[in-house]
Nanobody
Framework: QVQLVESGGGLVQAGDSLRLSCVAS????????MGWFRQAPGKEREFVAT????????YHADSVKGRFTISRDNAKNTVYLQMNSLKSEDTAVYYC???????????????????????WGQGTQVIVSS
């Protein structure tokens, strides 16, 4: 079992930056690829970014590429989402998730589906005012 707790959300203005953190419980964090998703009011949950279990590979959605960066620190059991140049359309609840499979070695492009993740945090709200 992996338990995830997100933090770092808040109310910011367009153009500002935020860094979200997600801390995982347990000693198995480093075995799992991790992802960030978001859900805006009235919309489906959508993929934001994913990172391999080692941290050596990342993949970002086109909508955030060049503005958001996913990273992880396995020694701290933590995955991050650095968000720069925020826009009003980035307003959503942001969730981190741990992959269903350990030591996943396939293409990260397959990890855009929330069905590939078994463990989810409770979410952290990000509101970007214009």
């Amino acid at each position: 079992q992996v338990q995830l707790v997100e933090s770092g959300g808040g109310l910011v203005q367009a153009g500002d930056s935020l860094r979200l953190s997600c801390v995982a419980s347990g000693r198995t964090f480093s075995r799992y690829c991790m992802g960030w998703f978001r859900q805006a009011p009235g919309k489906e949950r959508e993929f934001v970014a994913t990172i391999s279990w080692s941290g050596g590979s990342t993949y970002h959605a086109d909508s955030v590429k060049g503005r958001f960066t996913i990273s992880r620190d396995n020694a701290k059991n933590t995955v991050y989402l650095q968000m720069n140049s925020l826009k009003s359309e980035d307003t959503a609840v942001y969730y981190c998730a741990a992959c269903s499979r350990t030591y996943y070695s396939g293409s990260l492009t397959y990890l855009v589906s929330n069905k590939e993740y078994s463990y989810w945090g409770q979410g952290t709200q990000v509101i970007v005012s214009s």
